[in-house]
């Protein structure tokens, strides 16, 4: 694939994913940088000198859904191959975990770490335990842990408060929402949680307020929370609270979608009082039109320059179209989300059934949800790596955390790219191919160069040391 003729100069690796065949994250022969590789009509120039954000991390969520699949459909050997496929440096090397607060809507049933009985009021927590994520949810998330130690960053986000804090006494939307007089104990809530994830050996690095605070669900748990909610919760409640406690975790607002009504959210937020407790805001793609783009993350940064911001969330399925076409939507996030400053990519489930399950009643009825990996519920140990294990893994494989985004051009909708350098020294572009067609494209860093021949459609990782 590659026209550089063998020089003494720096190798490259060279990882190719091609959908609709066998390639996918397949390493290739090493390439060489050279003093010149030639014209060419897409020549990428890498500036290692001008630096960016500095990354977090990549990854998904281990939801109850993922958690149970991988407990109880798996035997103890097979388990121990596919957390090294997801979390090991021989597999995709996830760096980043999105976990639920309680449920989402890809669990087996609503609920939270502190419900009650007839949701009667708990003022003190004493009902607040983490033990419902005793049988399967701890195990597994503490195995992922330990392939790695030390990589994994842990975001937190919460689908719903306690029923009990609720104006409508339910879990799910239908018009319910945060009882004022319950603001301070939610605040413990959050407290409470973070001490406890801490105590049991895995820290929570960043908390969201709220899960889509713009959407009321009718089939599983959620919550509308306004811009002045969310203003002051974290203003005159969590805020504080964490700062008292002595909590570093990082308070993230908004965790919604960028278009017009998320900027105007998330800018809202970061120009209030809350401002000096909140580190940034949380992004989904989950929206249409000339205004659900990318760039809305950079209108937000651009205006709060020191206010981090985290691409959370971006589910994939059989809705975006065939595997080809979901593999080009989520190579199409995890380069532009990182080129418009967000620190990390997340994608959603780690793991469903054939069934798109476990789920919630009335959650996509249509089956069309895909996680990193099919596991199949009715054997055991039957495993399919979807398009986007490969495709998460054409980065979160490469890019460490405490990497920085460096300088390239990129041309959108034809030959998309995003560069790093890693603490190590090592440089990574990760390069889409949005075309029907092959490009033969440069990659210039310094005086030396190479080209390399990318097939239609594909995606292909670059790295090298020096």
């Given at each position: 694939?590659s026209?550089?003729?063998?020089?003494?100069?720096?190798?490259?690796?060279?990882?190719?994913?091609?959908?609709?065949?066998?390639?996918?994250?397949?390493?290739?022969?090493?390439?060489?940088?050279?003093?010149?590789?030639?014209?060419?009509?897409?020549?990428?120039?890498?500036?290692?000198?001008?630096?960016?954000?500095?990354?977090d991390?990549?990854?998904?969520?281990?939801?109850?859904?993922?958690?149970?699949?991988?407990?109880?459909?798996?035997?103890?050997?097979?388990?121990?191959?596919?957390?090294?496929?997801?979390?090991?440096?021989?597999?995709?090397?996830?760096s980043?975990?999105?976990?639920?607060?309680?449920a989402?809507?890809?669990?087996?049933?609503?609920?939270?770490?502190?419900?009650?009985?007839?949701?009667?009021?708990?003022?003190?927590?004493?009902?607040?335990?983490?033990?419902?994520?005793?049988?399967?949810?701890?195990?597994?998330?503490?195995?992922?842990?330990?392939?790695?130690?030390?990589?994994?960053?842990?975001?937190?986000?919460?689908?719903?408060?306690?029923?009990?804090?609720?104006?409508?006494?339910?879990?799910?939307?239908?018009?319910?929402?945060?009882?004022?007089?319950?603001?301070?104990?939610?605040?413990?809530?959050?407290?409470?949680?973070?001490?406890?994830?801490?105590?049991?050996?895995?820290?929570v690095?960043?908390?969201?307020?709220?899960?889509?605070?713009q959407?009321?669900?009718?089939?599983?748990?959620g919550?509308?929370?306004?811009?002045?909610?969310?203003?002051?919760?974290?203003?005159d409640?969590?805020?504080?609270?964490f700062?008292?406690?002595?909590?570093?975790?990082?308070?993230?607002?908004?965790?919604?979608?960028?278009?017009?009504?998320?900027?105007?959210?998330?800018?809202?937020?970061?120009?209030?009082?809350?401002?000096?407790?909140?580190a940034?805001?949380?992004?989904?793609?989950?929206?249409?039109?000339?205004?659900?783009?990318?760039?809305?993350?950079?209108?937000?940064?651009?205006?709060?320059?020191?206010?981090?911001?985290?691409?959370?969330?971006?589910?994939?399925?059989?809705?975006?179209?065939?595997?080809?076409?979901q593999?080009?939507?989520?190579?199409?996030?995890?380069?532009?989300?990182?080129?418009?400053?967000?620190?990390?990519?997340?994608?959603?489930?780690?793991?469903?059934?054939?069934?798109?399950?476990?789920?919630?009643?009335?959650?996509?009825?249509?089956?069309?949800?895909?996680?990193?990996?099919t596991?199949?519920?009715?054997?055991?140990?039957s495993?399919?790596?979807?398009?986007?294990?490969?495709?998460?893994?054409?980065?979160?494989?490469?890019?460490?955390?405490?990497?920085?985004?460096?300088?390239?051009?990129?041309?959108?909708?034809?030959?998309?790219?995003?560069?790093?350098?890693?603490?190590d020294?090592?440089?990574?572009?990760?390069?889409?191919?949005?075309?029907?067609?092959?490009?033969?494209?440069?990659?210039?860093?310094?005086?030396?160069?190479?080209?390399?021949?990318?097939?239609?459609?594909?995606?292909?990782?670059?790295k090298?040391?020096?």
């Open positions: 694939m026209l550089n003729i063998k020089s003494s100069q720096e190798s490259v690796e060279v990882w190719l994913s091609v959908p609709n065949t066998s390639t996918m994250l397949v390493r290739q022969t090493d390439i060489y940088f050279a003093a010149e590789s030639g014209v060419n009509n897409y020549c990428i120039i890498i500036d290692e000198d001008t630096q960016y954000q500095q990354i991390g990549f990854g998904g969520s281990l939801t109850d859904a993922s958690c149970w699949l991988l407990k109880y459909k798996l035997t103890d050997q097979k388990r121990a191959e596919v957390m090294e496929d997801l979390f090991g440096q021989s597999g995709i090397n996830i980043l975990l999105r976990q639920p607060i309680g989402s809507d890809f669990s087996w049933e609503a609920w939270t770490f502190d419900d009650t009985t007839n949701n009667t009021d708990d003022w003190s927590l004493n009902n607040f335990s983490l033990s419902r994520e005793d049988a399967y949810i701890r195990p597994i998330l503490d195995m992922a842990y330990k392939v790695n130690p030390g990589r994994i960053k842990i975001f937190a986000t919460p689908w719903s408060p306690p029923a009990w804090m609720r104006s409508n006494k339910g879990l799910y939307g239908k018009g319910g929402y945060l009882r004022p007089e319950c603001y301070n104990v939610y605040a413990d809530y959050f407290v409470k949680y973070v001490k406890e994830c801490e105590a049991k050996g895995i820290p690095y960043a908390v969201t307020i709220q899960n889509e605070p959407y009321e669900p009718d089939a599983y748990p919550m509308q929370m306004s811009i002045q909610d969310e203003i002051g919760f974290i203003k409640y969590i805020g504080p609270k700062q008292q406690n002595g909590i570093s975790t990082k308070i993230i607002c908004f965790d919604h979608n960028f278009d017009d009504n998320g900027t105007d959210f998330a800018a809202s937020v970061l120009a209030s009082g809350a401002y000096n407790y909140c940034g805001s949380a992004w989904h793609p989950y929206c249409a039109g000339n205004s659900c783009v990318h760039e809305k993350m950079t209108e937000v940064h651009n205006r709060y320059p020191d206010k981090d911001v985290w691409f959370t969330e971006a589910g994939s399925g059989t809705w975006i179209g065939d595997d080809s076409a593999f080009a939507d989520q190579m199409y996030h995890t380069i532009r989300s990182p080129r418009n400053w967000s620190k990390s990519v997340v994608f959603w489930n780690i793991a469903l059934d054939q069934n798109a399950a476990p789920k919630l009643a009335g959650v996509d009825t249509s089956n069309s949800n895909r996680g990193f990996l596991i199949s519920s009715d054997s055991t140990d495993v399919t790596r979807n398009t986007s294990y490969y495709s998460m893994g054409h980065t979160s494989k490469f890019v460490d955390p405490g990497a920085y985004r460096i300088e390239s051009n990129s041309f959108p909708d034809d030959i998309e790219d995003v560069a790093y350098k890693n603490p020294g090592s440089k990574v572009v990760v390069l889409s191919n949005r075309t029907p067609n092959q490009k033969s494209v440069k990659i210039q860093s310094g005086s030396e160069s190479f080209t390399y021949t990318v097939p239609e459609k594909a995606a292909v990782t670059f090298w040391r020096s």
